[in-house]
């Protein structure tokens, strides 16, 4: 029954509570917009810590012992990978999570053992005891194998090719480099080099990980996990690897030095402005090394930038250990913080200005990142979500950034520069719409399934297909800047969209946790391009959001539930995914009513003295681990077996965004004040 025929079972809210709430709103956003003005960087921007899972900190160890390089804070990264251990002996890939992760729990007892420690120690007797009972190295992805293979630990002729021929796949071949996502594509050519090169930097014999190995090496069984049906593509990519090992075993492969230089100058040309590579983790640590196997010293400039960067902006303190975060954040914190501010109907000071001319500059208008290798025609435009990734700008980045300028007051709204920003920011999005009619977060229509069937792509994501979330944003970005239904390319992301729709009225969400985030980007979208918020299908998806309130009146969806269908929406409350619901329902006009009303009542509740909350769950995705990148049918048992995937999301990359729990709930406080009239 859609919701507004529910009405008369919402309690309305009197005049006098009415009243009351919006002196504490008031209050509240006072003391959120106080705490963020203190937080301002000094150049203008704000950015908040990506946490992530503790393979970051294990695998640059890695890479450390791989380069004959000691970081001279090695101790406190130690201390950052022994903070994190579980109760268990585990490591988790995401706070809180069921149970822990093999790969992440492997790759830190290596590390631990590469600086030193005794397998006799504590931390390494309770990790190790995990490890085997939970299957031990046999269950590890392919990504962990690599590593290991790298520090001696595992043969290289059991790990899958990656051939550094694939650079010269011609564009019509299914595995062009430019058909895998942005991520893989720039993750896929440094390991390349380091796969052909067989490359070892062996563990110094009392360092070895021997007693991973019980039963002797001999006996291990390196194989990769036999997954999908006898007559399947996976089958076949299987026995293809075997050939392929077969052939080069002899070492004659004609071609090679010539594949492996062009993987080498493509790396080079894209390392980011910062030093490091692809704006994230893999693409950067697997360049280093693959650069030092081909003869780079460290004191060479590309070396030595790309090391320089750990210690600049992509690493962070928390009590007394050192943290290496997998990606950074500014754009895109700062141009939602900027969004929350006008949602709070706060007048331009001096600081957002700078932080208005901070995001400016980080439009990308005179590079062509990869994206061109599809979208001819179409001049650079976008944002990227790191300072310094003209590579690989985003849709999504560039969407919100639209749709904070769309939303400035004069005299900048009509601004020459601003004006120049919105136009070329527009032009480039509707390059890469996808032919379905949605976005993807980095490329067009990348979404060719049988790069996902390859066995190198048993981690996170290969594929980026255009997903809910960002066609809702970039919708919320085109209705504040004036376009309509009536518009080619709006008609065909809102279709996309309606297809899009979960049975139950929710929006499966791809970038962040999970059908909460997802419905929470869609709606508001919706509403920007003049959608009638009545219409049963919208307010099928608000009933689904009321009905997944807590007790406490906030909301919250665990990470879980990318593999559990029961958890939909469930979970404990935090202040990021109050925020989105909240968000969802001001969208579809329920506000007044009492839903909106407690969500409102737990963030002014949770809110700390000094204006912040606090948030320890993971609402940030990077990865939900399905491989394709796009939804999954949980009920397909055949999929699900081939996935070999848990709620523990050992496939997947799940992210905590240390501002989500500030500007969202500020959003979602200022967007009910103004809309309820109070």
């Known amino acids: 029954m859609p919701g507004r025929a529910k009405l008369t079972s919402v309690m309305a809210v009197t005049a006098s509570q009415a009243i009351r709430r919006k002196s504490q709103l008031d209050e509240a956003i006072a003391k959120a917009t106080d705490w963020l003005d203190r937080e301002q960087s000094d150049e203008g921007y704000w950015v908040g810590m990506l946490e992530s899972n503790s393979c970051m900190e294990a695998e640059w160890l890695l890479a450390m012992h791989f380069l004959g390089y000691e ?103 299914p595995f062009n480099i430019y058909n895998f996502a942005s991520w893989a594509r720039a993750t896929l050519l440094p390991l390349a080099v380091l796969s052909a090169r067989r490359a070892v930097r062996p563990l110094p014999a009392d360092r070895r990980l021997d007693e991973l190995f019980p039963d002797g090496r001999d006996r291990m069984n390196y194989k990769l996990p036999r997954r999908g049906r006898l007559l399947s593509w996976q089958r076949l990519f299987l026995l293809s690897d075997r050939v392929i090992h077969w052939y080069q075993a002899p070492g004659i492969t004609p071609g090679r030095e010539t594949a492996i230089k062009a993987c080498v100058e493509w790396i080079v040309r894209h390392q980011d402005a910062d030093g490091a590579w692809g704006g994230i983790q893999p693409p950067w640590v697997y360049s280093v090394m693959a650069l030092a196997e081909e003869g780079y010293h460290l004191d060479h400039p590309v070396l030595s930038r790309g090391l320089a960067a750990l210690d600049d902006h992509w690493s962070y303190e928390r009590n007394g250990s050192l943290h290496i975060q997998a990606s950074e954040s500014p754009v895109w914190d700062t141009m939602l913080t900027l969004m929350a501010m006008q949602d709070c109907s706060r007048p331009f000071t001096k600081n957002m200005d700078a932080a208005l001319e901070w995001l400016l500059g980080r439009q990308v208008t005179s590079f062509v990142g990869d994206w061109g290798q599809k979208v001819k025609g179409v001049e650079p435009g976008g944002w990227p979500f790191e300072r310094a990734n003209m590579h690989y700008p985003d849709i999504d980045d560039t969407a919100v950034a639209l749709t904070v300028l769309a939303r400035l007051d004069e005299p900048w709204r009509s601004s020459e520069q601003v004006e120049r920003a919105i136009e070329r920011g527009t032009q480039w999005i509707l390059g890469l719409q996808s032919r379905n009619g949605g976005w993807a977060a980095f490329d067009k229509d990348n979404d060719k399934l049988i790069i996902a069937k390859i066995p190198f792509c048993d981690f996170g994501e290969a594929l980026d297909p255009p997903s809910a979330d960002v066609t809702g944003h970039v919708l919320e970005a085109f209705g504040h800047l004036g376009f309509s239904r009536s518009h080619p390319a709006i008609d065909r992301a809102y279709r996309f969209l309606r297809e899009e729709q979960e049975s139950d009225g929710s929006w499966f969400g791809r970038w962040g946790v999970n059908y909460i985030y997802g419905t929470a980007a869609v709606l508001p979208g919706l509403a920007a391009i003049g959608e009638d918020m009545n219409s049963d299908y919208v307010q099928r998806a608000a009933d689904w959001i009321e009905s997944r309130q807590n007790e406490d009146g906030g909301w919250g969806e665990t990470c879980a539930s990318y593999m559990d269908d029961s958890l939909r929406g469930i979970g404990p409350s935090t202040a990021s995914q109050t925020a989105w619901a909240v968000l969802a329902l ?32 993971y609402t940030g995705a990077g990865f939900p681990g399905y491989g394709f990148g796009a939804r999954l049918d949980l009920r397909d048992r055949e999929t699900l077996r081939r996935i070999s995937q848990g709620t523990e999301l050992q496939r997947g990359f799940m992210i905590n965004y240390n501002l989500y729990r500030h500007y969202f709930p500020l959003m979602a406080m200022g967007r009910a004040r103004s809309r309820s009239g109070a």
Request: negative net charge; proline residues 7%.
């Open 586 to 617: 001001t969208a579809a006009e329920r506000n007044g009513t009492r839903a909106i009303e407690r969500g409102l009542a737990y963030l002014v509740g949770t809110q700390r003295e000094d204006g912040s909350w606090n948030e320890p769950y």
């Open 71 to 173: 970081h001279p804070r090695e101790r406190d990264l130690v201390n950052s990978i022994l903070s994190a251990q579980r109760d268990d002996g585990s490591w988790e890939i995401f706070f809180d999570a069921p149970q822990g992760d093999i790969n992440c729990t492997v790759e830190c007892y290596a590390a631990l053992k590469a600086v030193g420690m005794s397998a006799d120690s504590k931390p390494l007797l309770d990790a190790r005891e995990w490890i085997l009972s939970h299957g031990g190295l046999s269950g590890v992805r392919v990504f962990t194998r690599y590593w290991l293979a790298l520090i001696g630990e595992w043969p290289w002729d059991r790990t899958p090719n990656l051939p550094p021929e694939v650079i010269a796949n011609p564009r019509w071949f």
